[in-house]
């Protein structure tokens, strides 16, 4: 009997079949791949693409800013930083226990400087001159000022402080376009930060109103019923908040401390302009009809030219909002011009201070 060669294959096995079936397990292994890459790259492409078509559809997105709102956080370094360095601490000198040692109850509130020179603001609406005798201002690495002047802006509660020194930190103001309910701010109670945000407007008077003060007024939200310091998110000053969460908003400090600087007093410009604003309800009215304007009911002592039954509709070119109107008619150069509707017609009036 004759034995097989171990090193030749069976003669019943081909060398064709073989190759055949090693080139078909290939095939199908490159078909595979081929089928699994389209897969893919389809999957891709869709989660890429169907977005665009359905966006946000059935999903579900949980906002957790509010939450922090009203928390007790730190702002970023450098705002702290800043506001410590611009900022003085009011204290009730009679209540001294010891040399530059207070009680907590001798805490009166906080100085926001603004000129390098010694003048700062802060928010006493109940101010008398003779309280400044008894300030002790102290910075928050323990030096101690003494008050050289003081002015008081009974319209607003700010009271101006001038400071004996010279190369004080100041604090900045903000863009006050921009700033509207919904924005982000910081408020300081002497050593404590809270985040919050700006509320709704309250009117605080009824009509008529004097053309030359706010009507309305922002709340700071959540409340916290303790006065303090606002600043935006960025360390600029908003203003002051009260134990109402009423946010006295500081773009009349803006206005005033170029007359400050100047002269060391506060601006004396008065409006006595008084009324209210009405809308056109007319959906179609005419071209030459005005929409909306500040109906004056009494122009006061000091009329510049507008009488009882006017529609002051602009000032410089913008149109006035009850919102806006006593920054437009403050902020406005020493002549400017206002926009009048008398009797049927337009015309412009030009107003000197």
Known sequence: MTTHPPHLPHKSCSVTMRTLWSNIRNVIFFIFVSILAGVTGALITSAWIEPTF????????????PQLYGANQRPDVSVAQRFNASTLRLFDKTQVVNEGMYPESSYIG??????SNGWGVTYMPDFNLS??????????????????????????????????????????FPEW??????????????????????????VM?????????????????????????????????????DTQ??????????????????SGQLDDFVSTWMGYMV???DMNPSGDEPREGFYITSAGNRPRGLRIGDLLLQINGKKVS????????LSAPEEFVVSVWRKGEEFDIIVTK
């Open 131 to 172: 309280y400044s005798t008894r300030f002790d201002a102290v910075s928050n690495h323990g030096a101690h000022y003494e008050i050289e002047k003081s002015l008081f802006d009974a319209k607003t509660g700010f009271v101006y402080l001038k400071f004996v020194g010279n190369d004080f930190r100041v604090m900045s």
């Open 110 to 115: 906080q100085v926001v400087m603004l000129s």
């Open 54 to 65: 359905y966006p946000n559809q059935n999903l579900y997105f949980v906002d957790r800013t």
């Open 245 to 262: 969460d009423v946010l006295h908003s500081a773009w009349s400090v803006e206005h005033h401390m170029p007359m400050v600087l100047g």
């Open 322 to 329: 009850e919102h806006s109107l006593s920054r437009a008619i």
């Open 177 to 202: 376009d921009v700033f509207n309910s919904g924005s982000e701010v910081w408020s300081v109670h002497d050593t404590e930060w809270k985040f919050r945000i700006v509320g709704d407007r309250d």
């Open 205 to 241: 008077s009824n009509p008529p109103f004097v053309s030359d003060r706010d009507v309305s007024s922002f709340h700071i939200e959540p409340g916290f019923s303790q006065e303090g310091v606002v600043l935006t998110s960025q360390g600029q000053l908003l203003g002051f908040v």
């Open 279 to 281: 809308y056109n309800n």
